[in-house]
C-alpha cells in the first residue's frame, strides 16, 4: 500500500487528477472506475481544466460510475448521474468512449444488475477503480455487513449514510433507502484501486481501515489485501496513518 499524504484539498485534488491521467488516460482502451461525494469534486474540476487545455483526452477510455440511488428519476439533479454530468462530462470535450451508469429507476432492478455486470465484464475490468470513504467505512455502496464475494447488487443505505445526505435531500426522510452499487467483488478485481479522503471527519475510519482488522464491519478494511492500492488523503484526514 502507498500512502501519500496532502496539505490540502487543493494538492489533494490535482494530485488526484494527475494520477487518474497516469493510470488511465494514457494508455489507450483504459477502463477506469469513477466515485461520486464531495470528496472527488475538486479532482473532476482539475481533470476538466487538463482536458480544457487539451493535455489530457477520455475520448478512448471506457468510464464506469460506482453506484447510483434508486427510486429517483434519471434526470432528478441528486442523482450521481446528474452529478458526473454537472462536474466533469459537461466540461469536457470530446467525451469518454463509452460511460456506464446503472439507471436509478430500471425497469427490472435485477436486469440492471446483471447488465452492468455483463459490461464491467466485457470490458475486461477495470485497470483502476477510484474511490472515497463513507465515515462507516462504505466503499461505493458497500455498506458494513456486505459480503465481500458480491458483484453488482441493490444496496440498503445504511441509516448513518442516508442522515449524511440529508440536507442534500432537503430532509433525511426524503433519502433514497436504496441503490445500485458495484460489490466488493468488483472492486477488488480492479487493476489498482485509488483512495481518496479529505477532512477531519474521516480520520477515523481510515485509521480503522487501513490499520484495523480486516472485517466486513468497515468495508474499505478489504482494500489492505488489494495489491495495488495507493492511498491518497489530505492531512486532516491521514492525522491517523502516517
Ligand atoms: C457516497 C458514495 C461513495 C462516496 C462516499 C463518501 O454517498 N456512495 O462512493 O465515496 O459516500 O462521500 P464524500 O466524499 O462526500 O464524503
Known amino acids: 500500500m502507498d500512502v501519500i499524504v496532502k496539505p490540502d484539498y487543493r494538492t489533494l485534488s490535482e494530485t488526484a487528477a494527475r494520477l487518474v491521467a497516469r493510470w488511465s488516460l494514457v494508455e489507450p482502451g483504459s477502463v477506469v472506475m469513477l466515485p461520486t461525494g464531495n470528496t472527488p469534486k475538486g479532482m473532476y474540476a482539475e481533470l476538466a481544466q487538463l482536458a480544457a487545455a487539451g493535455l489530457i483526452d477520455f475520448s478512448s477510455v471506457t468510464v464506469f460510475s460506482l453506484d447510483e440511488y434508486l427510486d429517483l428519476p434519471e434526470d432528478d439533479e441528486r442523482t450521481f448521474r446528474r452529478y458526473m454530468m454537472r462536474h466533469l462530462w459537461n466540461k ?8 456506464h451508469i446503472p439507471s436509478s429507476r430500471p425497469a427490472d432492478v435485477q436486469a ?4 452492468f455486470d455483463r459490461k464491467v465484464a466485457e470490458s475486461g475490468g477495470a485497470d483502476l477503480a477510484v474511490l472515497g470513504i463513507g465515515e462507516n467505512g462504505h466503499i461505493a455502496f458497500n455498506e458494513p455487513g456486505t459480503p465481500w464475494d458480491r458483484t453488482t447488487h441493490v444496496a440498503e443505505l445504511a441509516p448513518q449514510s442516508r442522515r449524511g445526505e440529508a440536507e442534500r ?26 483512495l481518496l479522503a479529505s477532512g477531519e471527519a474521516k480520520a477515523e475510519v481510515l485509521y480503522r481501515a487501513l490499520k484495523g482488522p480486516i472485517t466486513t464491519d468497515v468495508p474499505a478494511s478489504v482494500l489492505q489485501l488489494h495489491p495495488q492500492l495507493t492511498v491518497l488523503v489530505e492531512r486532516a484526514a491521514g492525522a491517523h496513518i502516517g
Open 92 to 99: 469536457i470535450s470530446p467525451g469518454p468512449a463509452a460511460w
Open 112 to 115: 440492471e444488475c446483471q447488465a
Open 169 to 194: 435531500f432537503g430532509g433525511v426522510e426524503h433519502v433514497p433507502k436504496q441503490a445500485i452499487t458495484v460489490g466488493v467483488k468488483t472492486i477488488m478485481r480492479a487493476r489498482r484501486v485509488l
